[in-house]
């Protein structure tokens, strides 16, 4: 790799404010803020709106849309077309 060209890569606390959970990762990001971490050390802080612990995906809250239901209401609502 060329010197120089890359940014510096190191430890960043990950933090997401919805579930109260944060996260220490390596990382290219940098931040202003910091945050005294539970091994002692202080690192930048990157607020994230999303995680693991608060994405309804992982959470198993998704919602399933019921995708055959809206077709057949479209087809009964404006009636199915003829083939050309």
Same mark, same amino acid.
């Given at each position: 790799?060329? &010197? =120089?060209? !890359? $940014?510096?890569? =190191? &430890?960043?606390?990950?933090?997401?404010?919805?579930?109260?959970?944060?996260?220490?990762?390596?990382?290219?990001?940098?931040?202003?803020?910091?945050?005294?971490?539970?091994? #002692?050390? +202080?690192? $930048?802080? /990157?607020? /994230?709106?999303?995680?693991?612990?608060? !994405? &309804?995906?992982?959470? #198993? +809250?998704?919602?399933?849309?019921?995708?055959? #239901? %809206?077709? @057949?209401?479209? @087809? %009964? %609502?404006?009636?199915?077309? #003829?083939?050309?």
């Amino acid at each position: 790799m060329k &010197p =120089g060209i !890359h $940014p510096a890569y =190191g &430890p960043v606390v990950f933090r997401d404010r919805a579930a109260d959970y944060a996260f220490l990762t390596r990382s290219t990001m940098t931040s202003d803020k910091t945050i005294y971490w539970e091994d #002692g050390n +202080t690192y $930048p802080v /990157v607020d /994230v709106e999303i995680s693991n612990v608060s !994405h &309804p995906f992982y959470t #198993g +809250t998704a919602r399933v849309l019921d995708t055959a #239901g %809206r077709v @057949e209401r479209f @087809e %009964r %609502r404006y009636g199915r077309r #003829g083939a050309l």
